[in-house]
Structure formats: structure tokens, C-alpha cells
């Protein structure tokens, strides 16, 4: 196992494995998408265009199993930075980390800390001063709920990360179980790097 930054024509190279990986790993819950190709082309452009953005790349071999992305928040979708305007920090002093996405059998390896540290350091290194990322909101009696989830609110917390309150944002997709795109809750959790 290795865990790598891409940025540039490496990262833009990965992003078709990316976009299989944010298909397989986000189907289960909470996010419960039904992934779309043409889709995740058009969400994943964000990367190509933004000249500050980092994809980490967990491999075993040369197959990636892993990734986590993150761009300057002026350079991500405004249904993300729109919940920040009311916080008094500009945007440009903020690092959105946007997915982290691991297949199941590569989980509890630390892997999930080394997509934080490089996508912070990468922040950092950009003059940053915090770093924020979106977790999807579902109610308790979701009916697609598993028996035992347990959030990562305590993996998180851990790490520094704090909710904003009343920050969220709004973001469609089309769950597994919906016959269209609807509109989902995504907490705003930040932390000062």
C-alpha cells in the first residue's frame, strides 16, 4: 500500500478512477447514490480546472483503491462555499476537502488520517488558514439506514473538525432508491489549520 499526492496531469490522469471509486463507495449509505458516468465527468471538471486542487491516492499496487480531493473553496461549487458566507472568513483563506473515498476492505489502516494530513498539508502549504469539508445529513428512520452505523463524528472530531452551525449546504443527486435527482443536506464541519 502507498499513499501518494497527485496534482496536475497526474491527478488529471486518475480522476476516470476516481469517478468509478466515488460510484462503487458512495452507493452505500449515507450518500446512497446512484452514480452516473456523465455525472461525475462534469463534477470531477472541477479538478481539471482548478490549477490548486490535490487528489491523494491510496494504491495497492499500481490500483487505486482510495482517494480524497480538495481544491481552494473559491474553486468548488458554490451549493459548498454558499454556507460559508456567513462566518466572516473569506473564502480564499479556506481549503475544501471534498470526497474521501475508500473500498471497504482497505478501511481502519489509517489510511483516512493520511487523506486528512496530505490534503491539510497541501492547504497549508497554499497559505490556508482552515480547512472544511461537507458530511451528508440523513434522518435517524432512514429506511436504508444499516443495523449499527456508527458515524465518523468521533474520527473527526478527533482531527480538530467542528460543525458549523447552522452552515449547510444543499447539494442533488439521485439516490438508489429515487427515480430522479433530490435535494440533500451536507454539515459544514471546519477547523483552523
Not at 118 to 127: D, K, T, V, Y
Not at 135 to 145: G, I, K, S
Amino acid at each position: 500500500m502507498r499513499v501518494e499526492v497527485l496534482t496536475g496531469s497526474a491527478l488529471d490522469a486518475a480522476l476516470d478512477a476516481v469517478a468509478g471509486l466515488r460510484i462503487a463507495v458512495f452507493r452505500d449509505w449515507p450518500y446512497l447514490y446512484d452514480g452516473d458516468p456523465a455525472y461525475e465527468r462534469r463534477y470531477l471538471q472541477t479538478y481539471r480546472d482548478s490549477r490548486d486542487a490535490v487528489l491523494v491516492g491510496a494504491f495497492d499496487g499500481d490500483r487505486l483503491v482510495g482517494a480524497a480531493t480538495g481544491t481552494p473553496m473559491e474553486d468548488h461549487a458554490d451549493d459548498f462555499s454558499a454556507p460559508l458566507a456567513g462566518t466572516g472568513l473569506p473564502l480564499d483563506r479556506i481549503f475544501y476537502c471534498a470526497e474521501s473515498v475508500l473500498l471497504p476492505a482497505y478501511r481502519g489502516r489509517g489510511i483516512g488520517h493520511a487523506f486528512f494530513d496530505l490534503r491539510e498539508a497541501h492547504a497549508r502549504a497554499l497559505g490556508r488558514s482552515h480547512s472544511a469539508f461537507c458530511a451528508v445529513q440523513r434522518p435517524d428512520d432512514h429506511p436504508l439506514r444499516p443495523a449499527g452505523h456508527r458515524p465518523l463524528d468521533g474520527f473527526w472530531t478527533g482531527r480538530g473538525y467542528r460543525r458549523r452551525d447552522g452552515a449547510v449546504a444543499r447539494f442533488r443527486w439521485k439516490d438508489i432508491d429515487q427515480p430522479a435527482e433530490t435535494d440533500h443536506a451536507l454539515q459544514v464541519w471546519m477547523r483552523p489549520l
